[in-house]
């Protein structure tokens, strides 16, 4: 499997200066991910503040975006409370454009693994498109390998975007998703600790901070999936400072600033409870990035 096939850049929601949506500027990003031949996407995802979009935003961006990329896999995220409320909305993503829909349990639920079952074989059965599990024990529900062994056989679900901070889970679900009775692919939701979840046996990954080294992760990637090890943790150690940094500034806000100092489409706004970089968070992290850039640079590994 290339790198094309399983690397999903998570793209973050720009916005104008007021705060307002710029699907075309979200969309034109996409775009410029083929210099590196980057063709799958993640739209309306957790860093691409889902929670402050509405629904009829969600879906502007999809059909953009589509419209911009027609040759590009689009996967868009769509979580509500209610599991009919997720359904409806991945019904119209689908109609506009979406290829792969991500959903998760119904929030602020003290959701049980039966409950969770029951929502997902619901969306399952009433949703077409293929749809994909984000697991993400911050939301407060961490699937265990029975749970994600059901989801795997509903012939709708085609991944699961693994977030679990368990490594030993990590590869139980490699396991799982071997097994299953049809096609199902992990996709290793944290860039982070990249090369031990695509080491695991990870398909794919999906990355924010892609956007501030795209050519870095590019060739991380590679690296992994040629069993270049050595190389791959030569990225990932030039890239530590940068991580460390948006660990400190918190997502989305990071990544948008550095899309903005790479001179990517749109503007570093965020919408609330986030607020973008201070001109002194800002410009400490510009020195962080050309430093990595610089640590990149010495291995041959570009930005």
Not at 219 to 239: C, P, R
Request: one cysteine or more; a negative charge; glycine letters at 8%.
């Amino acid at each position: 499997m290339t790198l094309e096939r399983q690397f999903y850049a998570i793209a973050p929601t720009q916005f104008g200066f007021d705060g307002t949506l710029d699907a075309v500027a979200t969309a034109e990003n996409l775009d410029r991910a083929k210099e590196v031949g980057v063709d799958r996407f993640l739209l309306t995802g957790a860093y691409g503040e889902f929670q402050s979009l509405d629904d009829d935003e969600r879906v502007d961006l999809v059909e953009t975006a589509r419209k911009l990329r027609p040759d590009a896999v689009i996967m868009a995220g769509a979580a509500h409370p209610s599991t009919d409320a997720t359904l409806r909305l991945a019904k119209r993503l689908v109609d506009a454009g979406a290829d792969e829909v991500m959903v998760g349990p119904p929030s602020m639920t003290e959701c049980t693994d039966l409950d969770a079952i029951r929502h997902f074989g619901h969306l399952d059965a009433h949703c077409s498109g293929t749809l994909v599990l984000y697991n993400n024990p911050a939301f407060g529900w961490d699937a265990s390998s029975a749970v994600l062994a059901a989801i795997s056989d509903m012939p709708t679900f085609g991944a699961v975007k693994q977030g679990t901070g368990s490594i030993a889970r990590f590869v139980d679900s490699v396991e799982v998703a071997r097994q299953s009775s049809s096609p199902f692919r992990i996709l290793a939701a944290s860039d982070l600790v990249a090369v031990a979840t695509l080491s695991a046996g990870a398909d794919g990954l999906t990355s924010t901070n892609f956007w501030a080294f795209p050519q870095a992760f590019c060739s991380l990637g590679k690296a992994v999936a040629t069993t270049e090890h050595q190389i791959a943790l030569k990225i990932q150690k030039a890239l530590a400072p940068f991580f460390e940094q948006v660990r400190a500034l918190g997502q989305p806000r990071a990544i948008k600033a550095a899309m903005s100092f790479r001179g990517f489409a749109g503007t570093p706004m965020v919408r609330l409870p986030f607020a973008p970089l201070s001109d002194i968070e800002r410009r400490g992290f510009e020195e962080v990035i050309r430093s990595v850039d610089a640590a990149l640079e010495s291995i041959g590994a570009g930005v």
